[in-house]
C-alpha cells in the first residue's frame, strides 16, 4: 500500500518562503512520477507542478513558474516543493500525488495516490 504523508505547510506573510515535503512508502518510489496539487476553500483542486521519475523533467503551472521549485531525493523517497515569493492567492491545502507512470502529468484525476495535505496560508 503506497502512503504519502506531507509536511512542511504553514503560516507565512506574503513574500516569504516555505519549503513542503512529501515521503512516500509502499513502493518502489523513483519508478514514478509525481505531482503537486492545491485547492483554496470554494475551489477546485488545481495542478501546481509534475516531476518525472528521474527528477530530470519538470513541469509548472504558470501561476507559480519561477515562484515554486519541485525536487525529489529519490534515496530518501521524498519530494519537495519549495516555494518562494508567495502571494495571498497561494493559500491552499497542498497535496502531493503519485502516478504509476515515468512522465509528466498534470491533471488530477491521472494521478494513483494521494497525500493527506498540508495547509500554507499566506497573509497580507
Known amino acids: 500500500q503506497v502512503q504519502l504523508v506531507e509536511s512542511g505547510g504553514g503560516l507565512v506573510q506574503a513574500g516569504g518562503s516555505l519549503r513542503l515535503s512529501c515521503a512516500a512508502s509502499?513502493?518502489?518510489?523513483?519508478?514514478?512520477?509525481m505531482g503537486w496539487f492545491r485547492q483554496a476553500p470554494g475551489k477546485e483542486r488545481e495542478f501546481v507542478a509534475a516531476?518525472?521519475?528521474?527528477?530530470?523533467?519538470?513541469y509548472y503551472a504558470d501561476s507559480v513558474k519561477g515562484r515554486f521549485t519541485f525536487s525529489r531525493d529519490n534515496a530518501k523517497n521524498t519530494v519537495y516543493l519549495q516555494m518562494s515569493s508567495l502571494k495571498p492567492g497561494d493559500t491552499a491545502v497542498y497535496y502531493c500525488?503519485?502516478?504509476?507512470?515515468?512522465?509528466?502529468?498534470?491533471?488530477?484525476?491521472?494521478?494513483?495516490?494521494w497525500g493527506q495535505g498540508t495547509q500554507v496560508t499566506v497573509s497580507s
Open positions: 516531476i518525472s521519475a528521474s527528477g530530470g523533467i519538470t
Open positions: 500525488a503519485e502516478v504509476l507512470s515515468l512522465g509528466l502529468h498534470r491533471g488530477a484525476n491521472e494521478y494513483d495516490y
Open positions: 509502499g513502493r518502489t518510489f523513483s519508478s514514478y512520477a
